[in-house]
């Protein structure tokens, strides 16, 4: 069935790909993103995919965004909690401002976008909520106390918001990838990303499409029966 889907960072890296995906699978996408115009700019004449700008960290902007999705597009179906970011250091020189940056918008904006769609989808009996947490909220990563906290915590979210929406269709489930060919894992010096490269057993950083494709199977109707798990698509590189 055609539903209405809306995917945060959803204009660049793995979140493109996602909306992508569910666009070929039939569904009505919209994508928020937050800084980066010119990419929302290419992404929308690429796609046809509209897109929608607030910081997915505000709870306000969230409902007034939200809102304004819905009165263009109609009540949202699947909600994909992408957006994240990184700011990576030793925790021994990590500021107050790298922490609850990365904590507000990884783990912050679930709370926000997640409950501006829950009512809806409970009143309606049918939700599909899929987030993406990381191998590095599964594993730990030197550097990413603050995004590894962030990645564990959507983890937990998941589960618990899973049991209240079981009765009502309302599936949730996790994604946590590994190192994807992104903008935000080119950002890692390279000399470490080879290192890390080479600990994958299937030998190559993951495509924005293998994550997109299990996004996609989570966010069909038929996928009814699984919820609150949490789908690890890594290559092989940390098995939990
Ligand atoms: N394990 C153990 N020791 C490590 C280490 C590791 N993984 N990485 C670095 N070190 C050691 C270094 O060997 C070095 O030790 P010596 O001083 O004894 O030589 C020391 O720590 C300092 O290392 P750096 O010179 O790299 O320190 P830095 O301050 O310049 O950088 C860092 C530290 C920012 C954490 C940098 O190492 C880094 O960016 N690492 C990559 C972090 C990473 O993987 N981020 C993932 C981003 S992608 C993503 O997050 C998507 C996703 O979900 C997968």
Known sequence: MRRTALVTGGTRGLGKAIAVALQAGGHQVAVVYHTNTVAAQAFAEATSIPVFQWDVADFEACRAGIAEVEHALGSIDILVNNAGITSDTVLHRMTPDQWWRVINTNLGSMFNMSRNVIEGMRERGFGRIVNISSINGQKGQF???????????????????????????????????????????????????????????????GTPADIGRVVAFLADDDAGFITGATFEVNGGQYMD
């Not at 918001?161 to 390279?190: F, H, I, Q, S, W």
Request: net charge positive; proline share 5%.
């Open 143 to 205: 550097g990413q106390a603050n995004y590894a906290a962030a990645k564990a915590g959507i983890l937990g979210f998941t589960k618990a918001l899973a049991l209240e929406g079981a009765r009502k269709n309302v599936t949730v489930n996790a994604v946590a990838p590994g190192y994807c060919d992104t903008d935000m894992v080119a950002a890692v010096p390279k000399e470490t990303l080879q290192t890390i490269i080479a600990g994958i057993p299937v030998g190559r950083l």
